[in-house]
């Protein structure tokens, strides 16, 4: 995607018939009928050119809208609105309308309020209308995946406070979602997961936020690609974790595993003018609301927004909450663990995202 790809407004129109055939493909949403470059005789009895005119049908009767369109290189004056008033009163027009590409000045919308007629300018839609970060989106995506291998207890003791053999410590362990989940109960002080299972959820994706870094990747020098990566993780809390198994009570000291981060790497540009004849904004320069016109390509008719809703100070984003940019890397955390087995073969350690293991204490937790 080009970083100087020119502005659709400057691609659409490079004269004042430009502008007007833009105008009047503005106005083309099937509801009324737009003519271009009409000439009407007027009450007086002399001949009126109106640059788009739209006829309006409804019932009996029919109303007429003149568009003048002004492809200027200064604002709009106090004349220009009056000629336009005089206009629709000598061809009994119920509307009158001015577009520009340059604005109005004060004494023309003054003028415009009290002849009800309607200033619009025509222009680019800013980023914030396009919503940030605006027409071009060039951004950088992170999938992350975790995965849990290797699981012991160090030091752990396991008590049987039944009569006759104790029964066989068996304990088997899936994190998957739904009703395949294993439910292991557990009891630790000041830790408020009941599950084993949700335990080691937690401390997995404590673990790989603190040793994550949202840096791009080279893969051979492309773009996009995978990398995987096995750190070891220690849970050591101040008091020891119970496991009910099996009628066992089993004491663990420490909870010890190897966790696997497999990061999917992609590069997303996007020019979301592709697609569409045009995408403007249309400001009302008497009410001050803007609303988005737009057509795509195979389209015939043109579909125009409610007035956008405008910004609040307290909408605006905090310093610990900043909206993305273009560049930024975007991470997405997989909601499902993948199976460690796809990590066979990789070597225990962390260069790539930390290369220190990464130790938990029950203070560390949220």
Known sequence: MSKTSPKALADLISDWGGFERLVAQLHESGDVK???????KGRSGASRQVDVLLRHTQGLYEHLIVVECKYWKARIERAQVDALAMTCREIGASKGVIFSTKGFQKGAIEQARAEGISLFLLREPTPEEWGLPGRH?????HFIALSLGNFSLPGAIALWLGSGLPPVLNLT???DEGERRSQTKISARGVPEVTLENLLERIARVSAAAAYQ????????????EHRVVIPVSYAPETATRLFVNGLVVIAPKIQFDLGIQIRQSHLEIDRHSGHAFVL?????IDKTVRTALR??????TTVSAPLARPRPEDAASPSDPVWQNGSMITSWLKNFVDFSSFEG????GQAVDSRPVTLKLSDHP
């Open 214 to 225: 949202p840096v791009r990747m080279d893969f051979g020098g492309k773009e996009e690609g």
């Open 296 to 301: 795509r390509t195979e389209d015939l008719h």
């Open 34 to 40: 737009v003519e271009h470059n009409v000439t009407l």
């Open 346 to 349: 990789v070597a225990r350690s």
């Open 137 to 141: 989106i060039d951004v950088w995506l």
């Open 281 to 285: 904004a249309v400001e009302n320069c």
């Open 173 to 175: 362990l899936c994190l």
